[in-house]
């Protein structure tokens, strides 16, 4: 099985600016979590999907969002870039209530 | 609130070397136990995960790992470490939803000396 795929793997925006990353699960994988790594804060969970829905969210502000297509595949957006946005995402798909399997992250640099 | 410790940012050992990185949890109820491991620009490996039973648990490339509920403790441990596991190790605990949302703890970066 393919395992979880992120696109693009690398970005470079400008402050003010917004960003859209995307995240393919594994296949059959109904549920999508999004976690933001840096090296002042480390790991932090951002938000989960579940079958198009938002069943968590994390403690981040209304410039993260994110969304569910019914393929799973899930998208999420930060608008009005700032520079401690900078960061390593991380998307993780699992089943359901069950191991998280990660990708390799997208790599955002705002400057 | 649930939180993890992870007690050592930087541990190195000698290859061949036995190996323990700690872990600590806080959480109410039965918690959801993982170590996966970040290579230099990579994403997150699953190593091992507890959920209930058998609280010694194996998981890939050699590793155990111990829950003490006593202790609140989850660490992991190998026998004989080698130079390709040298890597950042993150502890998670899942939240009452299940796994769906993982807290981590900071990471122990390990580092092997030949």
């Known amino acids: 099985k393919a395992g979880v795929t992120q696109t693009p793997r690398y970005l470079i925006k400008t402050r003010g600016q917004q960003v859209t990353l995307s995240c393919s699960p594994i296949?059959?994988?109904?549920?999508v979590s999004w976690y933001q790594q840096t090296p002042g804060q480390g790991l932090q969970f951002l938000f989960e999907?579940?079958?198009?829905?938002?069943?968590n969210k994390g403690n981040f502000p209304g410039r993260f969002s994110g969304r569910q297509f019914s393929n799973s595949r899930s998208e999420m957006n930060v608008s009005t870039l700032e520079l401690g946005d900078s960061a390593l995402y991380l998307c993780?798909?699992?089943?359901?209530?069950?191991?998280?399997?990660f990708g390799p992250g997208t790599r955002l640099t705002v400057l | 609130a649930q939180s993890v410790t992870q007690p050592d940012i930087h541990i190195t050992v000698s290859e061949g070397a036995s190996l323990e990185l700690r872990c600590n949890y806080s959480?109410?109820?039965?918690?959801?136990l993982f170590w996966y491991v970040q290579s230099p620009g990579q994403g997150l490996q699953l190593l091992l995960k507890?959920?209930?039973?058998?609280?010694l648990v194996q998981g890939i490339k050699g590793f155990e790992a111990e829950f003490k509920r006593s202790q609140s403790s989850f660490n992991l441990r190998k026998p004989s470490v080698h130079w390709s596991d040298a890597a950042e190790y993150f502890c998670?605990?899942?939240?009452?939803?299940?796994?769906?949302?993982?807290?981590f703890g900071q990471g122990t970066r390990l580092t092997i000396n030949p």
């Open positions: 993780a798909s699992s089943i359901d209530l069950d191991t998280q399997y």
């Open positions: 296949s059959g994988h109904r549920s």
């Open positions: 999907y579940f079958s198009e829905t938002q069943r």
């Open positions: 959480y109410g109820a039965t918690p959801y």
């Open positions: 507890y959920f209930s039973g058998d609280t």
């Open positions: 998670a605990v899942g939240t009452i939803q299940g796994a769906q949302k993982l807290v």
